[in-house]
C-alpha cells in the first residue's frame, strides 16, 4: 500500500469504521496507518486534510459521536482558533495543543487519538 493509500484509508476511517461485531479498538487495529504510522509525516497528513475538506468535517463528526471523559477531543475556541486536548474524568482538560489551522490540529487530533487507542 503506497503512502497516499494509507492516507486515504485513513481519512475514510470516520466512516468505514463501524463494522458490526467490531470494536473501534479492533478496527483502528485493521488500519494499513497502525503497522505505518512512523512512515506517515504530519505534513503528509496535513496536506491530505487540506485537499479533502469533508474529511476534517467526518473527523470533527466522529470525534463528537465519541466525546467522554478519557479521551482526545477537538474543538474550535471563541478565538476561531482550534484545540485538542485529553478530556479527563470530571470533565477536566489536560494536555492541550492549540492551531490556527483547522487541517494542522485534525491531524495532531488523528494521531493522538488513534494511538491512545492502543
Known amino acids: 500500500m503506497t503512502d497516499r493509500a494509507v492516507l486515504a484509508e485513513l481519512l475514510?476511517?470516520?466512516?468505514?469504521?463501524k463494522e458490526p461485531g467490531v470494536s473501534l479498538k479492533d478496527s483502528n487495529a485493521k488500519l494499513e496507518y497502525t503497522r505505518r504510522?512512523?512512515?506517515?509525516?504530519?505534513?503528509?497528513?496535513?496536506?491530505a486534510?487540506?485537499?479533502?475538506?469533508?474529511?476534517?468535517?467526518d473527523w470533527i463528526h466522529y470525534c463528537e459521536d465519541f466525546r467522554s471523559t478519557g479521551n482526545w477531543t477537538i474543538e474550535q475556541a471563541r478565538s476561531g482558533a482550534w484545540q485538542v486536548y485529553w478530556f479527563a474524568s470530571?470533565?477536566?482538560?489536560?494536555?492541550?495543543?492549540t492551531f490556527q489551522s483547522r487541517a494542522a490540529a485534525c491531524a495532531a487530533f488523528i494521531q493522538l487519538h488513534l494511538e491512545s487507542l492502543k
Open 37 to 47: 504510522k512512523h512512515e506517515v509525516t504530519q505534513e503528509q497528513l496535513i496536506a
Open 49 to 57: 486534510l487540506e485537499e479533502r475538506p469533508s474529511a476534517v468535517d
Open 90 to 97: 470530571g470533565g477536566s482538560r489536560r494536555e492541550g495543543l
Open 12 to 17: 475514510a476511517f470516520p466512516r468505514t469504521f
